[in-house]
């Protein structure tokens, strides 16, 4: 027998229902902003067609949330008539890390009041396309890591509330437009990677709020004296990679400041002179010393921290690692380890540890008796677990580029893989160079802000023999020389120099000033 109270119950619903249903409030977002999400959404398969019942996108904010892709608004809500109801408009758009978007459906800039945007990270492509000039509140606007391509459009400086902007590492043309200048409220600019003819300064402006100014390997020329007196605020500046710029930190630091000194080992001839060094010379990079039996190599010790921007001169004199982070926002100590298993190899030591960093890291190898060496580089990334993420980075030995857009992931065939390249290079004033460096492309922050750049497990170096098959010869013996720690304290010099300034490279970080004073003293 069904319990009396069972029809009562269902009464009780229906009626809860009914007040629920009368209750129901309208949607609060605009109406065209609604529309015009769905339609960016359903173009992008971020949602179904049609659009969910009661779709209201300021109710639900997030499509997307994983360390690899992102895909979430946010709104500005404000009263409207009647009360007590609020409207709100979508403000802050923000869909990154989705390799399968390849174009931004024109609805797209229908929401007029965004005012972030960020596309970074996915797969765009074609021109900057005229209609964004609609999205005239907008203060950040972050489209780096895509394949865009075409000029940096004038445009762009029509949005004179523009604060944060960052587009690199894609296939811009230059020049950055001379109207930038006018951008009076820009703090943050990132602009990398452009392709084309030289071009100089013109387009820095009177930027009152500057702080974090990025022109990465753009293809500038002119004197960089300009831009440091007309933005006394930057705190970050970046020009690496612009080979034709001109300009010296003695220009800049006319008062005869103490580390211009520093600088005059810059041309590898005054730091000509050749000492031994111990061969095979191995380093176990951001590790502990290692010793291989197999190998018949010690891996020298390189777990010094040398946080944002630094160098670090081994006690024994015969190496210089030098450490340049590119990314302002990142914290990153550029050692990273792992106590998983690392397949492919025995020496599971050399791979747990490694060295990155977002910009450029040089290891010198100081006092090689002249002749042909090889070079042998050990990777496993450690740190990205999955193909969203893209480390990319070159390498140069002795200022030749011998990789491009080096994926380690790729290379060693997954996450926790170890792989290894040789090259053979040749050595004639007792210094081997060898320089990972971003290039600006792959991802930055997946899985966190900050991760890309060069990563490295270990470095080996052993002479060049034509059977690469017979064992390395028996080690030289170091010896003390005098001359070495002058030789050594000159590289130290020149790594800091090579990434302040040179003819191919030019970087300023106010942070290493300071950092050079620090250990002078
Ligand atoms: C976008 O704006 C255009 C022009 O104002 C309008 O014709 C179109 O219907 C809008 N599209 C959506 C999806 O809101
Ligand atoms: C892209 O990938 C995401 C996540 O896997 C998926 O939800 C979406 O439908 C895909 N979009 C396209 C355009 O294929
Ligand atoms: C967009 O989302 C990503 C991932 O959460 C975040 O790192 C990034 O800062 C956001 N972009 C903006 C402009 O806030
Ligand atoms: C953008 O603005 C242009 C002219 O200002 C207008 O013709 C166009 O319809 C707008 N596009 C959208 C999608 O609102
Ligand atoms: C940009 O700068 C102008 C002039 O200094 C100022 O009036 C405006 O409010 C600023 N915009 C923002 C979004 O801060
Ligand atoms: C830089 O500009 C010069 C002169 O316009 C050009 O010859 C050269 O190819 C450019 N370099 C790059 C890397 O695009
Ligand atoms: C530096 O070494 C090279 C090769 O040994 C030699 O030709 C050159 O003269 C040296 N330069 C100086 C300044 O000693
Ligand atoms: C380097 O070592 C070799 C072999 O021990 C020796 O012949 C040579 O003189 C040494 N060179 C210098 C500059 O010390
Ligand atoms: C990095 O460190 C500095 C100084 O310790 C701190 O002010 C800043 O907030 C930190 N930045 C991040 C992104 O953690
Ligand atoms: C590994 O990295 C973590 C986090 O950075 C750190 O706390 C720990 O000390 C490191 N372990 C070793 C063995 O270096
Ligand atoms: C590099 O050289 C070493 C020593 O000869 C060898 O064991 C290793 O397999 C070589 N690596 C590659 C990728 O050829
Ligand atoms: C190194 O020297 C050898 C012999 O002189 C030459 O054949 C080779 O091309 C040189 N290698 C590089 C990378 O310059």
């Known amino acids: ?200 300064f013109d387009f820095i402006g009177d930027w009152a709020n500057i702080s974090v100014l990025d022109l990465r390997s753009n293809n500038l020329t002119g004197p960089i004296k300009q831009v440091l007196q007309d933005n006394r605020r930057v705190q970050h500046l970046d020009v690496t990679y612009n080979p034709l710029l001109n300009g010296s930190l003695s220009n800049i630091f006319s008062d005869g400041s103490e580390e211009v000194s520093l600088l005059n080992c810059l041309d590898m001839k005054e730091c000509n002179q050749t000492v031994n060094n111990t061969v095979p010379f191995a380093v176990n990079c951001g590790g502990k010393e290692y010793t291989s039996d197999l190998l018949q190599t010690v891996f020298h010790d390189d777990s010094t921290d040398l946080r944002s921007a630094g160098f670090h001169i081994d006690s ?14 990142s914290n990153s100590t550029g050692i990273v380890n792992t106590t998983k298993n ?75 893989k170890s792989t290894n390249i040789n090259y053979t290079a040749n050595v004639t004033t007792s210094v081997l160079k060898i320089h990972l460096y971003w290039n600006g492309r792959g991802t930055c922050c997946i899985p966190r802000n900050g991760t890309y750049g060069p990563l490295i497990s270990a470095i080996r170096v052993f002479p060049y023999t034509e059977a690469q098959a017979s064992p390395p010869p028996a080690p030289h013996t170091s010896r003390r020389d005098e001359k070495r720690r002058g030789v050594v304290a000159g590289i130290a010099a020149l790594s800091i120099a090579a990434a302040v300034i040179s003819s191919s490279v030019v970087y300023l970080w106010w942070k290493w000033v300071s950092l050079v004073k620090h250990r002078k003293a």
Request: glycine residues 6%; aromatic residues 10%; contains cysteine.
């Open 316 to 329: 024994s004199n015969s190496w210089v690692v030098s450490h340049v982070g590119a990314d302002p926002f």
């Open 342 to 416: 690392i397949s492919g190899t025995d020496m599971l030591e050399l791979y747990r540890t490694a060295r990155t960093s977002t910009g450029s890291l040089w290891y010198y190898v100081v006092g090689l008796t002249s002749g042909r060496y090889t070079v042998q580089l050990f990777f496993a990334e450690i740190v990205i677990e999955s193909e969203s993420g893209r480390r990319l980075f070159n390498i140069d030995i002795q200022d030749q580029n011998i990789r491009a857009d080096f994926d380690i992931f790729k290379e060693a065939g997954g996450f926790n």
């Open 1 to 200: 027998m069904a319990s009396p109270a069972a029809p009562f119950a269902l009464l009780l619903l229906l009626v809860s229902l009914a007040i629920a249903a009368a209750q129901q409030l309208p949607s609060r977002t605009n109406s065209s902003d609604a529309a015009a999400l769905h339609a960016v959404f359903k173009q992008w398969k971020l949602q179904g067609d049609p659009a969910p019942p009661a779709y209201d996108p300021c109710e639900k904010l997030i499509w997307h949330n994983s360390s690899a892709m992102e895909a979430s608004i946010n709104c500005s809500c404000a009263p409207s008539t009647p009360p007590p109801t609020t409207k709100c408009r979508i403000t802050h758009l923000n869909v990154t890390g989705f390799r399968n978007i390849t174009f931004i459906p024109e609805e797209l800039f229908n929401l007029t009041e965004l005012v972030s945007l960020d596309l970074s990270n996915n797969n765009l492509s074609g021109p900057i396309t005229p209609n964004i000039a609609n999205l005239t509140k907008l203060e950040i606007w972050w489209m780096f890591d895509n394949n865009i391509d075409g000029k940096v459009p004038e445009f762009i400086a029509d949005f004179t509330n523009l604060k944060d902007l960052r587009i690199y590492g894609m296939k811009l043309r230059g020049p950055i437009p001379n109207k930038f200048s006018n951008m009076a409220n820009l703090t943050y600019l990132m602009i990398g990677d452009l392709d084309g003819d030289n071009f100089p």
